[in-house]
């Protein structure tokens, strides 16, 4: 026995304005071609019977039970709770912390950071000016002492310097002085 | 550590000092403690006859280590 499927088998050409036709949207023109098929025609009027027999239930909302709606809210709150945790991964670096813990942590970083700016200063002044920390209190307070362990260098090689002072200071003296030992030493 | 030498205000001359005599200072400071006493003896009678100098000669000796230092910096 050969089946009919629903909504099937009507004429080509008049398909869409069948459609048209159960909603009675179609114009005047095309209604009145539609009127005059359909006494000929069984196909299409198998057609627009199965319009109006399915279209009605299609258009029904099945109600949904009370479970099927308690199911989807706690799914629908799951998935949300997973998308926040995809964006928000970083949290869970703190999550170890209480709530009282992020003040202190906060408050302990600013010290830190405070402290670190102070010694830092300190070390950049020390480096800069050069710090007194090594040198004893003594010396310091001492210019004397201050100013010897300046011209230490210098007093290694007073000697020398003299003898050349000397020699710059009175070049005549040097010069008679020379001749005097080469005459002597000939 | 040195002499005996009348205490002054000259705490005020360390933070006068340009970096490079801040430097000179520290190590000879150094340098001093490591020395024999005899080293040390000389130094200091150097300095004693370094005190007594004229200014005008102290000034030109002064000048004349400074450019000897400075050529064998060049060198």
Redesign the interface.
């Known amino acids: 026995m050969k089946s009919v499927v629903p909504l099937e088998g009507a004429c080509k050409s008049f398909e869409e304005d069948l459609v048209l036709y159960y909603y009675g949207e179609n114009g005047d023109t095309d209604r009145c071609r539609v009127d005059q098929h359909l006494p000929q025609c069984a196909a299409c009027r198998r057609f627009v019977d199965d319009l109006r027999r399915l279209l009605p239930d299609m258009a029904k909302s099945e109600a949904l039970p009370q479970s099927f709606w308690d199911a989807y809210y706690r799914e629908t709150l799951a998935k949300l709770a997973e998308q926040e945790k995809r964006k928000y991964w970083w949290r869970d670096l703190f999550a170890p912390l209480k709530i009282w813990a992020v003040p202190a942590f906060g408050t302990m970083a600013v010290a830190v950071l405070a402290i670190g700016l102070v010694l830092g200063r300190g070390d950049s002044k020390r480096v ?3 710090s ?1 920390d ?3 209190q ?9 100013e ?12 020398k ?2 003898e ?2 000397e020699l710059k ?1 009175d070049p005549t003296t040097n010069q008679s002085s020379k001749l005097t030992s080469l005459a002597v030493n000939a | 550590m040195l002499v005996a030498a009348p205490a002054s205000a000259a705490g005020d001359n360390w933070p006068n000092l340009s970096p490079k005599e801040k430097e000179r200072v520290r190590r000879n400071i150094d340098r001093w403690e490591k020395l024999p006493s005899q080293d040390k003896e000389r130094l200091r009678e150097e300095w004693d006859r370094w005190k007594k100098f004229p200014q005008d000669r102290r000034d030109r000796i002064k000048q004349r280590y400074d450019e000897q230092r400075r050529d064998r910096n060049n060198d």
């Open positions: 800069t000016d050069g007194s090594a040198i004893p003594a010396i310091l307070s001492d210019a004397n002492q201050l010897f362990f300046e011209s230490m260098d210098m007093l290694e090689a007073l000697s310097l003299e050349q002072d200071a």
